[in-house]
Structure formats: structure tokens, C-alpha cells
């Protein structure tokens, strides 16, 4: 509920309105969060005309927010001093694609199909096996995009963030300034680097800096001694997950 999480929300839901949004939105966060932004709305006289359904995120310990067809969203604690979760998008694993020759080649049977496109191998009698790995293209490696702010330095994000394909993690603080990293619960890019480097991540993002900071350059800096896979997060700028031309 810290101010520089929330005040931009019912703001942005209110665009969403002027746009002419009317398909329902779901928002995930704690319990104070619809009050907050039904007051705003109301003490405004804002008129919002699509449905937005607000669910309560319990912080304390990781949960399933949210699972479609092709990928999930669940909330994991962090270490703020207030309750604060972040959050895992992660990509199901895709079906294995047949190629084109196998099916005539081994003359699958529907239930044969489904097997090979979940990638099992197929033990006929007699002692043949269909392989996908022969046969079928491996789906791509499932992504998985991990966002957390306002934390201090913590396991639990680390576990949060396992082997995850992009780590957006807070460096509000450089080390030189950990006695109030300490004080306020937030990291240090040091503290960044490491979560990502213990979380076995891909590439690591950091951001949520304190305003001391006119250049980046150090925080970046101090962040790639200790994981050298790290960008800055540039407002506006687009970043693809898993492609990095
Ligand atoms: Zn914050």
C-alpha cells in the first residue's frame, strides 16, 4: 500500500475508461487496496463503466493468483515494512509439434498423438518405440518474468524467482548507503545481484532507485560485479523476455 505502488491506479483505471475499456479486469493486491481506489474514484466523481473485480492477495506466503491454458501468475512474499508480495508470469510448457512425416511413417493412432505431443515416448509390442525426441519439435523453453519491489534481501524472493527468465529486482540503494538500505527494508544493487545470481536467473533488471542517484551508472556498475547479466530499468523503454536481439 506504500504510496509509490498505488497512487497511479485508479489513475490509469480511469484512462482505461476514458479509452473506452469495457471488458472486466481482475486486480491483484492487499485487502486496502479497493477502499483506497473506490474513495479515490468516488471523492472524485469519477464514473468507471467496466467491471473491475479487486482479489485479496495473502502476502505472507506464496499463492496461485491466477492459471490459462498457456501460462500462470502466483504471488510470493517479499521483505518490506509493510505487507509486500511480488510476482512470477510464467509460461506453461507448450505441446511438442508432430513433423510432418511422422504420422504416416508410424501410422499414430489418435491416442499415439496425444502421447507424442506431451512428449512420451510410445512402447509399442513388439518392441518398437517412438521417440519424440526423433520425431516431434521440443516445444520452447518456458519463459518466466519475476517482479519485485520493495524488498529487503531475502530468501524468499529467491526461491520466488527461481531459474526465472527475467528478475525485475529493486536496487533502491547502492552499498554505500546500506545502513539505510538496512533502515528503510530495501536492497542495494549488490543485494539484486545476488538474488539473482542464487536464483540461477537468466538476466536480472533493477530499478525503484532513490531519487540521490542522478546517474545510474553505479548502481548498474555495483550490480554487474556481482551478476554480470544486468540492465537498468529505463522508463518506457520495451524489454522481450528470452530475445535479446
Ligand atoms: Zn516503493
Not at 209 to 223: H, I, M, P, T, W
Request: aromatic share 8%.
Amino acid at each position: 500500500m506504500h504510496a509509490d505502488h498505488v497512487m497511479g491506479l485508479p489513475g490509469l483505471l480511469a484512462s482505461m475508461n476514458l479509452l473506452g475499456r469495457k471488458t472486466p479486469i481482475e486486480i491483484f493486491g492487499p485487502e486496502e487496496l479497493e477502499s483506497f481506489v473506490r474513495t479515490i474514484w468516488h471523492k472524485t466523481g469519477t464514473h468507471i463503466d467496466f467491471p473491475v473485480i479487486f482479489n485479496v492477495v495473502d502476502s505472507s506466503k506464496p499463492s496461485l493468483l491466477l492459471e490459462m491454458k498457456s501460462y500462470k501468475i502466483e504471488a510470493f512474499p517479499t521483505k518490506h515494512r509493510i505487507p509486500t508480495c511480488g510476482f512470477k508470469i510464467e509460461e506453461l510448457k507448450g505441446n511438442w509439434n508432430l513433423k510432418p512425416e511422422t504420422k504416416a511413417l508410424f501410422n499414430l493412432s489418435y491416442h499415439e498423438i496425444n502421447q507424442l505431443k506431451k512428449g512420451e515416448s510410445i512402447n509399442r509390442r513388439g518392441g518398437v518405440v517412438v521417440d519424440p525426441n526423433k520425431c516431434c519439435i521440443a516445444p520452447v523453453k518456458s519463459r518466466s518474468y519475476v517482479f519485485a519491489a520493495d524488498t529487503a534481501f531475502t530468501p524468499k524472493v529467491i526461491d520466488g524467482a527461481l531459474n526465472a527468465t527475467l528478475l525485475y529486482h529493486e536496487a533502491t540503494f547502492m552499498e554505500a548507503e546500506k545502513s539505510i538500505a538496512t533502515k528503510t527494508m530495501h536492497s542495494t544493487a549488490s543485494d539484486a545481484g545476488r538474488v539473482a545470481r542464487e536464483a540461477n536467473v537468466e538476466r536480472l533488471m533493477i530499478g525503484h532507485f532513490s531519487n540521490r542517484y542522478k546517474v545510474l551508472d553505479g548502481l548498474l556498475e555495483e550490480a554487474r560485479t556481482v551478476f554480470e547479466n544486468t540492465l537498468l530499468a529505463n522508463e518506457g523503454e520495451t524489454i522481450s523476455i528470452g530475445n535479446y536481439d
